[in-house]
């Protein structure tokens, strides 16, 4: 026992130690009037690399915090809609002084010379309700033609990194689509596929409740679709396109047929979107006595044709009684050409010339049906769903590798097929119970 007691007591400075490593950093936003700024985003950004490694929101009192940062050399950057980016003076974060307040920083207004000012009545693009933040989509001009994922770039706080999306600092969000769980297990694929003209609006709950998942303990983000309220039958059209290194294009159709009790929806939507991604790199490495550089030049250009559907029906069995069912799918068709060059040279010139071709099919549908009860006028509810979907991806990729060394080159030909298939069942019950006039009590069971 005197042994573990000593090892303890040895152990614990340097645990200590480490603890103290990570520090936190903090400060205030503030508009052009000195008032407070909420919902702004703060990316912490380290020097000279300038990738944000971590990011966070204001509170409702301007002030953020970023916890967790290691020693090193860093700035943070202040991101609003309608106002210009706002970068700190660099600073310094070391072992001895690990946490460091930002002296208060002020957002200017963006300057925009207008011919005339015509004022209309709409949504804001940010509002908070009942402890979530919302997020108007269908109030922003700039959603026409966008994707789901470039509308969640919108979203304060919330980081989307390659295929990677974090809320601040926290990944392992759980996406939604009209409060219901996407099952989809590429969801960062999906939002890309997704056209923002179908979206209403995107709740955040960065602090989410018993409710939900465990899984999503770090965020929730629940995107809610456009649906007609108006009786009768009506529908929309849309089309976008545009054009950057490539052109693109896309067309949604909804529809919406409401009598009496009965709802009947439906909405239909195509993107073609071509992307590249180019890379060069010149590496220089010394080994031993010798320098070796690596050259290498890659150029990936790929395009992807996608179709979304839901189709879906709500019907009032009596006035407290909703019985719905909702059928949706996507597929995704992508082709990629690949052409990557690496050149070595340790004294003898040496270099991979590689190029591959690569065609990947995704489908995906998923069926609901779900049932609503109002037990009172007051807000007690019963709410049933019962969820079925299937994922099935395919990847096939050919590689022709010409390798050059000492003036020959010979030629190696790959080649793989992949395939994926997930099919998901389950099924919850929800019990909501109201607690006053702003608490809710609320059980459920899930399999």
């Keep these: ?140 001009p700039s959603a026409a033609g966008g994707t789901a994922l470039e509308a969640l770039q919108k979203v304060p706080g919330l980081l989307v990194l390659g295929n990677r999306l974090s809320l601040a600092g926290r990944e392992g969000l759980t996406i939604l689509l009209d409060g219901r769980t996407t099952h989809y297990t590429d969801v960062v694929s999906l939002l890309r596929d997704l056209p923002s003209s179908n979206i209403e609006r995107i709740e955040v709950l960065s602090q989410p409740g018993a409710a939900y998942d465990a899984a999503g303990s770090a965020g929730v983000i629940n995107i809610i679709l456009k649906r007609n309220a108006d009786q009768g039958t009506n529908g929309t059209l849309g089309l976008t396109g545009g054009y950057g290194r490539f052109g693109k294009g896309g067309a949604t159709l909804d529809g919406n047929h409401r009598a009496g009790g009965l709802n009947v929806f439906g909405s239909y939507g195509y993107t073609y979107r071509p992307t590249y991604e180019q890379l060069d790199t010149d590496r220089r490495v010394a080994e031993a006595s010798q320098l070796r550089t690596y050259q290498q030049q890659s150029y990936q250009p790929r395009t992807a044709h996608v179709n979304t559907a839901r189709l879906g029906a709500d019907y009032a069995l009596s006035p407290r009684q909703t019985l719905g069912v909702l059928l949706s799918g996507y597929t995704t068709r992508t082709a990629v050409a690949a052409e990557n060059q690496i050149a070595v040279n340790d004294g003898a010139l040496g270099r991979t010339d590689t190029r591959s071709a690569s065609y990947r099919p995704t489908t995906s549908y998923a069926a609901n049906l779900n049932y609503k009860l109002a037990l009172t006028p007051q807000g007690r509810t019963l709410t049933l769903d019962a969820d079925y979907s299937r994922y099935t991806t395919a990847n096939d990729t050919r590689l022709t590798n010409f390798l050059t060394a000492d003036q020959a080159t010979t030629a190696q030909q790959l080649g793989f097929d992949q395939q994926t298939g997930i099919r998901l069942i389950s099924a919850k019950a929800d019990y909501a119970y109201p607690l006053g006039t702003t608490g809710k009590l609320a059980v459920g069971a899930k399999g």
Excluded: W
């Design 1 to 140: 026992m005197k042994h573990l007691v000593t090892l303890c007591l040895l152990a614990a400075p340097t645990l200590l130690a480490q603890a103290q490593t990570a520090g936190q950093i903090t400060g205030q936003l503030r508009d052009e009037h000195q008032q407070p700024l909420p919902f702004v985003t703060v990316l912490l950004q380290p020097l000279p690399d300038t990738t944000a490694k971590r990011a966070t929101q204001t509170g409702a009192d301007g002030r953020y915090l970023l916890a967790g940062a290691q020693p090193g050399h860093y700035r943070l950057v202040a991101v609003q809609l309608g106002y210009q980016r706002q970068y700190s003076a660099p600073f310094e974060l070391t072992a001895a002084r690990p946490s460091y307040q930002v002296p208060p920083m002020q957002l200017r207004p963006a300057a925009q010379q207008l011919a005339s000012v015509q004022v209309t009545g709409q949504k804001p693009l940010l509002e908070m309700q009942g402890g979530k933040l919302v997020v108007n989509v269908a109030a922003s």
